[in-house]
């Protein structure tokens, strides 16, 4: 089993729909939670970072922390063509090594106009 | 401010062979991670640079090795190229060790072995 498991998709969605993507992770250890969105041909671009469990809102996204599910979600409202791109979870925690960071294997989304 | 840079952006190589990646982090920016993402096994670590020392590894084998220099400039190395390891290399910086609300990633070096 992988330490965070993600839906691959396709996603494919109507303008202006809210999109819901997510995560789920086993390793209790985990602390800080990021999502990621990485348009073809480039490096991922950091979108969201939480520290443990809650809500934060950035605009038109918000993401989600459920420590106790081990669950986490990024919702996009009144989605748009240009946020067609694949969304990556990844999660950190502390270890001897010093910070240890895993992603999940990323959801691609379509965003039709 | 220049972004992360990486050079080539684009290696054909057969097996057996060996490459060097390159990696320009943000200026300023003393962390620089490597990463390999393949459409099976996702983006995963391959090892920290911070302060020319090696900080934190991932699980690949030896072939996979690394450097970074005093102006934070970083290289990776793969030797005895195999057909599995024709990837995205994609090199992040960051200002300091474990900040992972500040990694920037690079656009990646595509690297294809025949």
């Known amino acids: 089993q992988k330490e965070v498991e993600q839906d691959p998709g396709p996603l494919s969605v109507p303008e202006g729909a809210i999109v819901s993507l997510n995560c789920t992770y086993s390793?209790?250890?985990?602390?800080?939670f990021m999502w990621y969105r990485q348009y073809s041909r480039k490096g991922p671009e950091l979108l969201m970072y939480?520290?443990?469990?809650g809500n934060k809102e950035d605009g038109r996204f918000t993401a989600q922390v459920d420590k106790s599910s081990k669950y986490i979600s990024l919702f996009i409202r009144d989605s748009q063509p240009s946020d067609s791109a694949t969304y990556l979870c990844?999660?950190?925690?502390?270890?001897?090594?010093?910070?240890?960071?895993?992603f999940g294997a990323g959801t691609r989304l379509f965003v039709k106009a | 401010k220049a972004g992360v840079t990486q050079t080539p952006r684009y290696l054909i190589k057969t097996r057996g062979q060996q490459v060097t990646l390159s990696c320009s982090p943000i200026?300023?920016?003393?962390?620089v991670s490597w990463y390999q993402q393949t459409p099976g096994q996702g983006l995963q670590f391959l090892f920290e640079?911070?302060?020319?020392?090696?900080?934190n590894k991932g699980n690949f084998p030896g072939r996979f090795s690394g450097r970074q220099f005093s102006n934070s400039r970083s290289e990776m190395n793969v030797s005895t190229l195999e057909l599995g390891d024709s990837a995205l290399y994609l090199c992040?910086?960051?200002?300091?060790?474990?900040?992972?609300?500040?990694?920037?990633f690079g656009p990646g070096t595509r690297l294809t072995v025949l």
């Open positions: 640079y911070f302060s020319e020392t090696q900080r």
């Open positions: 200026s300023g920016h003393r962390s």
């Open positions: 992040a910086s960051s200002l300091e060790r474990g900040s992972t609300d500040t990694q920037y």
């Open positions: 990844a999660m950190s925690a502390i270890n001897t090594g010093g910070f240890k960071t895993i």
């Open positions: 390793n209790s250890a985990f602390q800080y």
């Open positions: 939480t520290y443990s469990s």
